[in-house]
């Protein structure tokens, strides 16, 4: 693929999470409790994944079991304390506080770590297709990469380094 292929294709991708954000944002997704609540009827609004609770953003995103244990993994990859208490309004905010110097940065991973989340979760949903939480960080980290290096002025990413320890890119 050429150049000027890639760069559309990564301008495609950074637009597909950028609205991904903005629906999340303005309770736009299709979650069954979003959808309870603007009248559609529906069979039950629990979790289509687990049948533990009720599908609202915060669980399908933050909340469920499977996705905790993405999110541990990635903090686990960035040598960040794992902690039990952040929730979407954390994860989406530009301004919460952060153990991470390079915000920017920071802000881009946890928005892929959503995207890549919410495609997977409509994956089970609509496919069938099980959970698999190494598969999924494996796609945040190539996502990650991609769309970071791209977009990063003045800084050479190189995938090892990304793969393995990513916070050394951090200023």
């Known amino acids: 693929m050429g150049s000027t292929a890639q760069q559309v294709t990564m ?30 009827d529906l069979h039950s609004v629990r979790c289509p994944n687990c049948d533990d609770d009720l599908e609202s953003l915060e669980y399908a995103l933050v909340s469920f079991k499977h996705v905790k244990e993405i999110w541990i993994r990635v903090l686990k990859w960035w040598d960040l304390q794992i902690t039990n208490t952040f ?15 390079d915000l920017e940065l920071w802000q881009a991973l946890k ?35 991609l769309w970071i290096a791209n977009r990063a002025k003045g800084k ?12 050394s890119y951090l200023t």
């Open 11 to 40: 301008r495609n991708g950074l637009e597909k999470v950028e609205v991904f954000i903005w629906r999340v944002q303005t309770k736009r997704l299709h979650v069954k409790l979003e959808l309870d609540k603007r009248g559609l």
């Open 156 to 167: 050479d990413f190189e995938w090892l380094i990304w793969i393995s320890k990513p916070s």
């Open 87 to 101: 929730s979407l309004v954390d994860l989406i905010g530009s301004s919460c506080s952060s153990p991470i110097r």
């Open 111 to 145: 928005w892929i770590v959503l995207y890549c989340i919410w495609k997977h979760r409509n994956k089970v949903v609509f496919q069938g297709k099980p959970w698999s939480a190494p598969m999924i960080f494996n796609e945040i980290q190539s996502i990650s990469f």
